[in-house]
């Protein structure tokens, strides 16, 4: 869907259509430079590195396989916690496989540190994190992200697989939500 068709509910546009084709484009052309002759498994964070994970996937030249995780981090409130609860696990075995775990966004970053730190444990050759967006808070924590595509403002955005209570996920670029939508 086209952003202008939400424009009455999005405060600000911080990456259009355009700039994640041309963004994915050149993260594509790394990993097939960085994995040329390696066995690649693509593990995609359901549900919202769905979008990024197959424009990813299609622009890279090297074969790769994908396989799909979703995890639910635990705690009280709305702090993440780090601990995390595998909700649909990997159909893959990742020993002595190179994975590239794709996500959507990272905000605090335990959730993923927890995930490469799992992966790692089932004897992968080498884990890294491609992230299509990255918030500011995620410079505190100690996580291996290989590639990046785009630094953003601490604010709330949906768009490309980004939700709102499962709304906005098939916008084609990534917008700020407006505050009068959450109440
Ligand atoms: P963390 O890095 O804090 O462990 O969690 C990252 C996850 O929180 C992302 O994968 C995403 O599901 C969700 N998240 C973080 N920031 C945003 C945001 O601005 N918008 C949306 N829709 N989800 C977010
Ligand atoms: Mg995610
Ligand atoms: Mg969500």
Redesign the pocket.
Known sequence: MDLSKVSDQITKVLVTEEQINEKVAELAAELDKKYADKDVLLVG?LK??VMFMADLSRAMQIPVQMDWMAVS?YGSGTV?S?VVRILKDLDADVLGRHVVIV??????????SWLVGNLEARGAASVEVVAL?R?P??AKVEVNVGLVGFDIPN????GYG???AER?RTLKGVAV?SPAVYS
Not at 103 to 112: F, K, N, Q, V
Not at 155 to 158: D, L, Q, S
């Open positions: 964070v919202g590195a981090s993440s780090g996500e959507d966004i990272i905000d605090s970053g335990l959730t993923l967006l918030k808070a995620a604010e709330f955005v949906v980004l939700d709102y906005y939500l």
